[in-house]
């Protein structure tokens, strides 16, 4: 039977070009049009995975996707980056100058902001998804409205792209996390990066004693994000991804972690992605 692939949007949406170089083949994609509904399904397993973007080279982290795979308990299993080549689309005939309004994801139009300051004439709205602007302008014939999104879904619903590559800087890339419900299982690849999660008091030191550990146990941190604890104001969550050598290094850091931290939780184990 083929897995259940949960994806935010629909075909043609960055993460169905990520489901699809993920798995290859042997998928069945099943499309959601937020990120809290993606959540959502998973945890009511009604998908196997989920595909889930949560940092953008140029836009920075998508902050409330941290939240939900803390409230919903996923489980981190994978993490893949891929190139994000954003391009301006509309129906077939029109030049820029006659677009009076773009719709797309929030995150794809803030990848694009240096495109639209030499256009101010063109109105930016944001919505579910890239793709999903693109389908809706070719169902309805909608003339001078345009959408920012793939080059596949510029050819999946038959629009023109009228300027290409319209992201401000040319390296523009997006990490995409691979959510389960369960643990990562040993499957003969090396599991060399970690994702955790925990409170710290606002006390003096009490970060710093945090990252000491990771040094003295070999990790090496590759991101630090803190969320605010939302029912106790200015305490903070702080999610931390590590990768390392050693599993028994992971192992000794987590012990002590958990003696020095609050509701400490493991979100994943999984293979580093980023080469
Ligand atoms: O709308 C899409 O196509 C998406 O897949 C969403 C999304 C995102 O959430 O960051 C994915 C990758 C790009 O960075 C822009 C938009």
Request: aromatic share 8%.
């Amino acid at each position: 039977m083929n897995k259940k692939v949960g994806i935010q949007g629909i075909k043609g949406s960055f993460h169905h070009l990520v489901a699809m170089d993920y798995y290859h083949r042997g998928i069945d994609v099943m499309e959601h049009m937020s990120f809290h509904e993606l959540a959502q399904k998973l945890a009511a397993k009604e998908t196997d995975v989920a595909v889930m973007a949560i940092e953008n080279s140029i836009a920075g982290s998508i902050l409330p996707n941290y939240a939900l795979i803390n409230e919903y308990g996923l489980s981190i299993v994978g993490e893949y980056y891929t190139p994000v080549n954003m391009n301006l689309m509309a129906l077939k005939g029109q030049k820029i100058e006659d677009i009076k309004k773009v719709f797309s994801h929030p995150m794809a139009l803030l990848q694009c902001k240096e495109f639209f300051k030499k256009h101010p004439h063109i109105k930016l709205i944001e919505d579910a998804d890239t793709a999903e602007a693109a389908k809706r302008i070719a169902r309805e014939g909608k003339m001078k409205v345009a959408a920012v999104a793939s080059p596949a879904a510029a050819e999946l619903y038959g629009l023109e792209i009228l300027a290409k590559e319209i992201h401000t800087i040319k390296s523009n890339a997006t990490r995409f996390l691979i959510l389960g419900t369960e643990r990562q299982k040993p499957n003969g690849e090396k599991l060399d990066k970690a994702s955790l999660k925990f409170d710290l008091k606002s006390e003096r030191g009490s970060l710093v004693s945090v990252l000491n550990i990771l040094r003295d146990c070999y990790l090496d941190m590759t991101k630090i994000q803190s969320l605010p604890i939302i029912d106790e104001p200015w305490k903070y969550s702080f999610f931390v991804d590590v990768v390392f050598e050693r599993h028994e290094d992971f192992e000794k850091a987590i012990d002590v972690l958990k003696l020095m931290t609050e509701e400490l939780k493991v979100l994943g184990v999984y293979k580093n992605n980023l080469v």
